[in-house]
């Protein structure tokens, strides 16, 4: 079975945070845009610009990415250098920063558009996946290297951390049997490396937060 | 929603960002008022207090768990600077005298909510049944009434739809206004002549002393939830402290002179009316000042406040289970969220579940809606507060021992002393006292089983931290730290896993 092109690791989280059927975001605002927050920090981390060290985020390299929105994120790091908490930034990007630069890059992409709604109370404008199979892309990736035995990349094991951490796993690994299930968390438990480990976890703790504060 | 591209670069974006939803003095005092309910403890509690205990002392007992707490207060909103989850109280008795009280702690703070939240249903019922009659003509059993209102909160709180705060402030302004308008009108009846019965300081070391201490806390409840804000605030050494002194205050003078005005209105036998009338009689002693108008205005917020307090009670307790599900400290599937809407569901449903069996429980043996399910739930309710008030006061003085930095000696040692002192005091008397509380026999049923039921609990969640320390060492580390901390290895999806493989192994 031939596996779909993994896409950067916010825009897979975004596709996966909606409906394969009927591309609706399977998440309430506030999460995505935590989800969405932390991937593209995650990204930064990939492209081995930035340390996650004890709570805090170090820039180790300020080139850009080549990738826009990546590079968008490290220049506001760069500009707000007294900023260091991890927790602080992905509630900062969270406000709908990252949410907007991800669905810039998808559309770009020309795998979401735009979809407006007409509603009693005026229209509300989201970003849905083109086409509905798109969405369903990246979970059917990690449910396929799964059910084959095979290890998942860090890219991948960080997304399927980060779809654990806001709760989209209810929806997306709910198929998963025990064996693949035991088999993903323990892939989680041995390969995420200590920084993405990190970020997940202050994720984790963040969507907490917010559904204590009545933010979710 | 901000955007990167189309903003010049500010200072500091993110400070700005993150200082926008700091909260003011003002806006800590209303959300700490807004949990008070007013009318519900002046009209309800009050009234009922004097029927079932026969005491009136009740404006001084108001005062003095006001100083009380105002002296908790003090190393209670310092501590609350230094930790993580401040607004629990389990999380002060994990930090300051171990994770097993904590964990003790935690389940009874459980079940003092839910106490509060059944009286509710209970209240609603018994308050309503008579004014449907009144209104419509129609007469409706008061478990007819308890259990749509329950419906309701059940729905709304799995959908967790909140009342909208311009609601909740506009309800809560109009609260306050009546009692304060209502008690005037008392002053200039007729009837009125300045009793000196609820200022009495020598019913606070009288027969059943303990049971009116006990009735005041139970007006002060929600007091503790002004640190939640201790992150938010804009002055983190000032706003809370400020706002939680105001609050206390606040309450204290509202509801003490309310229930003087009401007592010293209702003439000689003010406890056989009160026994005769029920919460009436807060509205009868006032109605020849003010017409029927005036009577059904206060009658109609009074049953709005009810279900305003029900709803936003239910979505304390469903988020306070969630929290403990994602420690680990409850089931972990109360801590998972519906991921479309972040409502917690599972807690809000056992919740209902609960409301349900009592509401059927007290329908079926006929027991009294009133005396039986608000009063006596709302005042063990109470107890639960004092007891928890009082180990959290005892954790403050244990946690600054260990980490003394950056609190002066006053907030450290002094205060929570002083505040230990009074509060074990009020505690002993409290449960001295716990058969006038709820007007039975000393050592009868009722009064065994409410002190009992605490204890039960305690030492139950105690004896499951200490299989947690020995069992899951990673959860147990977490106990206390609540759902935002980052450490915490509890029910989140993405810990859980973590702690599956571990057992997997």
Do not use: K, W
């Given at each position: 079975m031939a596996t779909s092109p993994q896409l950067p690791l916010a825009d897979d989280l975004f596709l996966t945070a909606h409906d394969s059927v009927k591309g609706k975001c399977l998440l309430s605002p506030a999460t995505l845009g935590l989800g969405m927050a932390a991937a593209l920090i995650g990204e930064l981390v990939l492209w081995r610009r930035l340390d996650l060290i004890d709570g805090k985020i170090q820039i180790i390299d300020d080139r850009p990415t080549g990738d826009p929105a990546a590079t968008a994120v490290l220049d506001q790091l760069l500009r707000e250098g007294h900023h260091r908490a991890i927790r602080d930034w992905i509630s900062f990007l969270a406000t709908g920063i990252a949410i907007d630069l991800v669905e810039r890059r998808l559309s770009r992409a020309g795998l979401v558009q735009r979809q407006e709604k007409r509603g009693l109370f005026g229209s509300k404008v989201s970003f849905v996946p083109t086409d509905s199979m798109i969405a369903g892309w990246p979970a059917t990736r990690i449910r396929t290297f799964i059910g084959r035995g095979e290890m998942l990349d860090v890219p991948d094991l960080v997304l399927a951390g980060l779809i654990l951490a806001t709760g989209l796993d209810q929806h997306?690994?709910?198929?998963?049997d025990a064996r693949g299930r035991s088999q993903l968390f323990d892939q989680l438990k041995r390969r995420l490396p200590a920084m993405l480990h990190e970020l997940v976890s202050q994720t984790e703790a963040a969507v907490g937060d917010a559904v204590m504060a009545r933010r979710a | 929603m901000s955007t990167t591209a189309t903003q010049p670069p500010e200072q500091s974006q993110l400070s700005n960002a993150l200082a926008r939803d700091r909260l003011g003095v003002a806006a800590v005092v209303f959300f700490v008022m807004s949990a008070a309910a007013p009318l519900t403890v002046v009209a309800g509690v009050v009234p009922t207090g004097l029927a079932v205990?026969?005491?009136?002392?009740?404006s001084i007992a108001f005062v003095a768990v006001a100083v009380v707490l105002a002296i908790f207060a003090v190393g209670y909103v310092a501590m609350a600077r230094h930790i993580a989850n401040a607004g629990a109280f389990y999380a002060y008795i994990s930090q300051g005298l171990g994770r097993p009280l904590g964990v003790g702690a935690s389940w009874v703070a459980l079940l003092a909510y839910n106490m509060f939240q059944i009286a509710s249903y209970g209240g609603f019922g018994a308050i309503a049944a008579p004014l449907f009659s009144d209104w419509f003509g129609v007469d409706i059993k008061w478990w007819i009434l308890a259990l749509i209102c329950w419906a309701l909160t059940a729905v709304l709180g799995v959908l967790d739809v909140a009342v909208n705060g311009k609601v909740l402030a506009t309800l809560l302004v109009a609260e306050i206004v009546v009692v304060i308008a209502f008690s005037f009108a008392d002053i200039f009846s007729p009837n009125f002549s300045a009793s000196s019965a609820p200022l009495d300081p020598g019913t606070l070391v009288g027969a059943g002393s303990g049971a009116l201490l006990v009735m005041a806390v139970t007006g002060f409840v929600g007091f503790e939830q002004s640190v939640v804000f201790s992150e938010e605030s804009r002055d983190p050494r000032r706003t809370v402290s400020r706002a939680t002194y105001i609050s206390v205050a606040l309450i204290a003078v509202l509801y003490g002179f309310a229930a003087w005005a009401m007592i010293s209105a209702a003439g000689g036998d003010v406890v056989g009316r009160a026994g005769a009338e029920g919460p009436d009689l807060f509205f009868n002693v006032a109605s020849d000042q003010l017409g029927s108008a005036a009577l059904h205005i206060g009658h109609a917020l009074f049953l709005t406040s009810l279900i305003a307090a029900m709803i936003s009670f239910h979505n304390i307790i469903s988020r306070y289970t969630f929290s403990l599900g994602r420690e680990g400290v409850l089931p972990r599937a109360f801590g998972k969220t519906v991921p479309g809407t972040g409502a917690p569901k599972n807690g809000s449903l056992a919740q209902s579940a609960l409301g349900l069996i009592a509401i059927i429980v007290f329908a079926v043996n006929g027991w009294?809606?009133?005396?039986?399910?608000?009063f006596w739930g709302g005042t063990a309710g109470g107890l639960g507060v004092l007891l928890l008030v009082s180990i959290t006061s005892i954790a403050v003085i244990g946690y600054f021992l260990k980490h003394p930095e950056g609190e002066d000696f006053w907030h450290r040692i002094g205060a929570p002393v002083i505040g230990t002192i009074l509060l074990i005091i009020m505690t002993y008397l409290a449960i001295d006292n716990i058969a006038t509380l709820l007007g039975v026999e000393p050592g009868s049923t009722p009064a065994v089983v409410v002190p009992l039921s605490f204890a039960v609990l305690f030492v139950a969640g105690l004896i499951w931290a200490l299989i947690l320390r020995s069992s899951r060492p990673e959860i147990y580390a977490g106990i206390?730290?609540?759902?935002?901390?980052?450490?915490?290895?509890?029910?989140?999806g993405f810990s859980a896993a973590l702690a599956s493989t571990e057992e997997n192994k």
């Open positions: 997306v690994f709910v198929t998963l | 205990t026969g005491l009136t002392g009740i009294d809606p009133l005396v039986n399910m608000f206390g730290l609540g759902a935002r901390s980052a450490t915490a290895q509890g029910g989140g």
